[in-house]
């Protein structure tokens, strides 16, 4: 499968935000400005194999995940005695980002906190 652009950022953007990093974070670490990140997530700039290196790197995900529509992927985290802690992460299906993305536009601490209690209760009933 070859990857476009559009679809690389997409990728970026979905993993940036479920890790909760700003794009103006994300390109401080790359040596970029929050602008080109915007352009790489849009798909209006190609990104340079470096560059998304880099990002996969800060983003904790092999350069695959940038190229594949995979439902899973591999991610080794880097442990204070210098082992690695390997596990399994689950792509977020678009009601997954919408959910998210809603959660962390909520006004306040008391209305997320009723939302996830909502949400813990629906899910004991199952």
């Known amino acids: 499968?070859?990857?476009d652009n559009k679809m690389i950022g997409?990728?970026?953007?979905?993993?940036?935000?479920q890790l909760n990093i700003s794009q103006e974070k994300l390109g401080e670490?790359?040596?970029v400005t929050y602008q080109q990140i915007q352009k790489y997530e849009k798909g209006a700039n190609k990104v340079?194999?470096?560059?998304?290196?880099?990002?996969?790197?800060?983003?904790?995900?092999?350069?695959?995940?940038?190229?594949?529509?995979?439902?899973?992927?591999?991610v080794a985290e880097e442990r204070?005695?210098?082992n690695y802690n390997i596990h399994v992460e689950k792509a977020l299906s678009p009601q997954e980002q919408?959910?998210?993305h809603c959660f962390r536009f909520l006004p306040d601490k008391d209305a997320k906190?009723?939302?996830?209690?909502?949400l813990r209760a629906m899910c004991k009933k199952k």
């Open 1 to 3: 499968m070859v990857a």
């Open 10 to 17: 997409n990728r970026i953007k979905q993993r940036r935000e």
């Open 29 to 31: 670490t790359i040596g």
């Open 48 to 74: 340079s194999a470096e560059r998304l290196s880099m990002i996969a790197n800060k983003l904790k995900v092999p350069i695959n995940f940038f190229f594949e529509s995979a439902k899973e992927f591999v």
């Open 80 to 82: 204070e005695d210098k």
């Open 98 to 100: 919408e959910l998210l």
């Open 113 to 118: 906190s009723k939302l996830l209690g909502f």
